[in-house]
């Protein structure tokens, strides 16, 4: 499976800023992208046709929503339905993102019910999984990511798993703080996930791919890449600049 490495803007960008860093992003990487690597875009909503429409049909490259809500349509005001993300060219959603449950709340039910309904639906998922400092310090790291995994995962029995779902390992203390994780931190909980996946998932978690997020930078993208379990990252700040974005991809 192709290593993933993928953009999170976050809420940032107009569709004019998206549109000039898609498509700077994809002179820049023209020509070079490994045929290991695959590149997955998740602009705000607002700007996911303007960043389709710059990366046209390039290979390798593709474009995702970064929420939904889960369900069919209906009275939900302001919210968005997956077949409206397909319908706009999306193949993909990010569910769980630690933004979506602190700052907005979401439990592990909730984002279990976004993850099977966007598969169901059509969309392929990344799981964002992600223990806080004090989770970390009072020694509940692998109690939440197995919990967050169990609940989100128990339930979706697509046969094409591995290849719809990939996992994030974003630790929340590591996100937009500079503060990446120690290698062996990303390695340890790396292996874990792994453990968890072949549980949960027999069958499909041998393949599954594990990304890392948190102050994933040019300058720390080849050590990160290269550990063991991790098949991709997912960036935030750095993703919002073409020149460094394209440096992570290449790097
Ligand atoms: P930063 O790369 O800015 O730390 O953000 C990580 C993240 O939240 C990606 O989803």
């Known amino acids: 499976m192709k290593k993933c490495i993928a953009a999170n803007w976050k809420m940032f960008k107009t569709r004019l800023d998206a549109r000039e860093t898609a498509t700077a992003l994809a002179a820049l990487t023209a020509d070079k992208l490994p045929a290991d690597r695959e590149v997955l875009i998740f602009p705000p909503f607002t700007a996911i046709s303007a960043v389709r429409e710059a990366l046209g049909s390039r290979t390798g490259f593709g474009v995702g929503a970064q929420n939904f809500y889960p369900a069919e349509e209906g009275a939900y005001t302001g919210e968005i339905a997956p077949d409206m993300l397909i319908d706009l060219g999306c193949s993909w959603s990010l569910a769980g993102h630690s933004e979506r449950r602190h700052v907005f709340k979401e439990g592990d039910d909730l984002v279990a019910a976004k ?3 966007g598969l169901n639906k059509g969309l392929n998922i990344i799981l964002c999984i992600g223990e806080t400092l004090e989770q970390r310090k009072n020694g509940h790291l692998e109690t939440v990511l197995r919990e967050q995994l169990r609940t989100a995962l128990l339930e979706c029995s697509q046969k094409d798993l591995a290849s719809r779902l990939a996992v ?3 630790p929340v203390w590591a996100i937009g703080t500079g503060e990446v994780a120690r290698n062996q931190d990303i390695t340890e909980a790396h292996a874990f996930i792994r453990s968890q ?12 791919r594990i990304l890392y997020g948190g102050s994933v930078k040019p300058k720390n993208i080849a050590d990160i890449i ?6 991709g ?11 460094s974005f394209s440096q992570i991809v290449l790097g």
């Open 115 to 117: 993850t099977v309904f």
């Open 168 to 170: 994030a390992y974003e």
């Open 197 to 208: 996946l072949l549980d949960i998932k027999p069958g499909h978690g041998e393949a599954m």
């Open 226 to 231: 290269s550990l063991d379990n991790v098949d």
């Open 233 to 243: 990252v997912l960036v935030g700040g750095a993703s919002l600049s073409a020149e």
